[in-house]
């Protein structure tokens, strides 16, 4: 049986196939239908648009060739309209004739009566929410109510306009989070990525604009795009004091991100104090709101860069114990691409989570932050803790694991407002 993929090479999206090559020269010489960006200043490449976009639908370039592999039963590398029908078990309840004609006509941007892998990938990341993969096994896709739209228009002019003044596309963005890819982006790529991620989960406009200047003081490895005790006064004039108050608190914010009582570790309710790295020697208070506010631009940061692929079950109950406190606080969609990490970690232990970074720093000196870090999953740890709790608490089947269906049950007994949150959302 012949196979197909999706494979990026040279910044272009191309159908690695076993068909014709004509067949694949026809597929691979079309761009995305209605995948541009139009930003000032021309059009995000190809490559970029797809990471944000593969960002705000949750469904990376790997499991969508799956999903294709899996309903290309022909292995032709196109889909029929009968084909089709093998991605009801996705869709569930909501596929019948009618959602399938709907999704059809969507996909078959070419009008000629087949689904190649482009248009199927295209469609996906604009209409589809991945929901994930269930106790049983399954992934569950849900369509939205309108597709995910990526243009100026979402992006007032003054914004665009003022990140091209600062200088943000001639930045080469670089990560330091071991999980985190910088894909050949440009600050300006990853800033203007958060802010639509940030605008499509919903959040107040002082979010949505900070998100669009996070680290635009100071970058996680200490570049400063501008100096704030410069800039302060006038992107305060010209952005609001609200949002450049959040702008000027994430560098701190976000240094203190690994730290036990930094601001995604620190008990909830209470002002959190972090040093100020934009003034070194001197210390900020972070109250409540702004917490809750600077942790959603904090997941919208991780998110933005996450390798989506990693389904390393340590690597991913890092994660979740890396927001877990702070869940409470975040937006509904920020809150599930947390519990997402918790669905992937399934089989793994605080115990791999300690070994796993002791390992990272085998042969050199531990820097004091990690120290303090990775001694919240040693066996007395905080988070070891947590985990013994669980066990006592949500091990309903008895066999000394959580599973995704027991976390899901317990949370929904623990903390019954996310639970109507969901059933709201339904």
Same mark, same amino acid.
């Given at each position: 049986?012949?196979?197909?993929?999706?494979?990026?090479?040279?910044?272009?999206?191309?159908?690695?196939?076993?068909?014709?090559?004509?067949?694949?020269?026809?597929?691979?010489?079309?761009?995305?239908? *209605?995948?541009?960006?139009?930003?000032?200043?021309?059009?995000?490449?190809? +490559? =970029?648009?797809?990471?944000?976009?593969? *960002?705000?639908?949750?469904?990376?370039?790997?499991?969508?060739?799956?999903?294709?592999?899996?309903? !290309?039963? +022909?292995?032709?590398? *196109?889909?029929?309209?009968?084909?089709?029908?093998?991605?009801?078990?996705?869709?569930?309840?909501?596929?019948?004739?009618?959602?399938?004609?709907?999704?059809?006509?969507?996909?078959?941007?070419?009008?000629?009566?087949?689904?190649?892998?482009?248009?199927?990938?295209?469609?996906?990341?604009?209409?589809?929410?991945?929901?994930?993969?269930?106790?049983?096994?399954?992934?569950?896709?849900?369509?939205?109510?309108?597709?995910?739209?990526?243009?100026?228009?979402?992006?007032?002019?003054?914004?665009?306009?003022?990140?091209?003044?600062?200088?943000?596309?001639?930045?080469?963005?670089?990560?330091?989070?071991?999980?985190?890819?910088?894909?050949?982006?440009?600050?300006?790529? $990853?800033?203007?990525?958060?802010?639509?991620?940030? =605008? =499509?989960?919903?959040?107040?406009?002082?979010?949505?604009?900070?998100?669009?200047? $996070?680290?635009?003081?100071?970058?996680?490895?200490?570049?400063?795009?501008?100096?704030?005790?410069?800039?302060?006064?006038?992107?305060?004039?010209?952005?609001? =004091?609200?949002?450049?108050?959040?702008?000027?608190?994430? #560098?701190?914010?976000?240094?203190?991100?690994?730290?036990?009582?930094?601001?995604?570790?620190? #008990?909830?309710?209470?002002?959190?104090?972090?040093?100020?790295?934009?003034?070194?020697?001197?210390?900020?208070?972070?109250?409540?709101?702004?917490?809750?506010?600077?942790?959603?631009?904090?997941?919208?940061?991780?998110?933005?860069?996450?390798?989506?692929?990693?389904?390393?079950?340590? $690597?991913?109950?890092?994660?979740?114990?890396?927001?877990?406190?702070?869940?409470?606080?975040?937006?509904?969609?920020?809150?599930?691409?947390?519990?997402?990490?918790?669905?992937?970690?399934?089989?793994?232990?605080?115990? !791999?989570? $300690?070994?796993?970074?002791?390992?990272?720093?085998?042969?050199?000196?531990?820097?004091?932050?990690?120290?303090?870090?990775?001694?919240?999953?040693?066996?007395?740890?905080?988070?070891?803790?947590?985990?013994?709790?669980?066990?006592?608490?949500?091990?309903?089947?008895?066999?000394?694991?959580?599973?995704?269906?027991?976390?899901?049950?317990?949370?929904?007994?623990?903390?019954?407002?996310? !639970?109507?949150?969901?059933? +709201?959302?339904?």
């Amino acid at each position: 049986m012949r196979t197909a993929a999706l494979v990026l090479a040279a910044g272009t999206l191309a159908l690695a196939a076993a068909a014709p090559a004509a067949a694949v020269l026809q597929s691979a010489a079309r761009p995305p239908a *209605r995948l541009l960006l139009h930003l000032r200043g021309g059009l995000l490449s190809e +490559d =970029q648009m797809r990471f944000t976009a593969e *960002r705000l639908s949750c469904l990376s370039k790997g499991e969508i060739q799956h999903i294709f592999a899996d309903v !290309d039963k +022909d292995g032709s590398g *196109r889909l029929s309209y009968d084909e089709l029908d093998f991605l009801a078990p996705y869709f569930g309840a909501s596929w019948d004739d009618d959602f399938k004609k709907k999704v059809f006509a969507e996909m078959d941007t070419s009008g000629n009566g087949l689904i190649d892998a482009i248009e199927f990938y295209d469609w996906l990341v604009h209409n589809v929410k991945d929901e994930g993969i269930g106790a049983d096994g399954k992934r569950t896709l849900t369509k939205r109510e309108q597709r995910i739209q990526l243009g100026l228009d979402e992006i007032p002019k003054h914004l665009t306009a003022l990140l091209d003044e600062l200088g943000t596309g001639a930045i080469v963005q670089k990560v330091t989070h071991p999980l985190h890819s910088a894909f050949g982006r440009t600050l300006r790529d $990853h800033f203007v990525s958060s802010y639509l991620l940030a =605008q =499509q989960w919903g959040n107040p406009k002082d979010v949505v604009q900070a998100a669009l200047f $996070h680290a635009l003081y100071q970058r996680g490895d200490g570049l400063q795009a501008v100096k704030a005790a410069d800039m302060r006064p006038s992107l305060q004039e010209r952005l609001g =004091q609200d949002v450049e108050e959040l702008m000027y608190l994430f #560098p701190s914010a976000h240094k203190s991100a690994y730290e036990p009582n930094g601001i995604l570790h620190a #008990p909830l309710g209470k002002d959190v104090t972090v040093n100020n790295v934009l003034e070194p020697g001197t210390c900020l208070t972070i109250n409540p709101t702004q917490r809750a506010k600077l942790c959603e631009i904090e997941v919208i940061n991780s998110h933005d860069q996450h390798v989506l692929e990693n389904v390393n079950p340590v $690597h991913n109950l890092w994660c979740f114990y890396q927001h877990a406190t702070i869940l409470p606080l975040l937006s509904k969609p920020a809150r599930e691409t947390i519990e997402d990490f918790k669905r992937l970690a399934h089989g793994a232990t605080c115990a !791999d989570v $300690h070994a796993w970074h002791t390992k990272r720093f085998s042969g050199k000196e531990t820097p004091e932050v990690w120290k303090r870090h990775i001694q919240m999953f040693a066996p007395n740890g905080r988070y070891t803790k947590v985990e013994k709790e669980l066990h006592r608490l949500a091990d309903f089947d008895g066999d000394n694991q959580i599973d995704w269906k027991e976390f899901v049950t317990f949370m929904s007994i623990k903390f019954p407002a996310m !639970d109507e949150d969901a059933d +709201d959302a339904d």
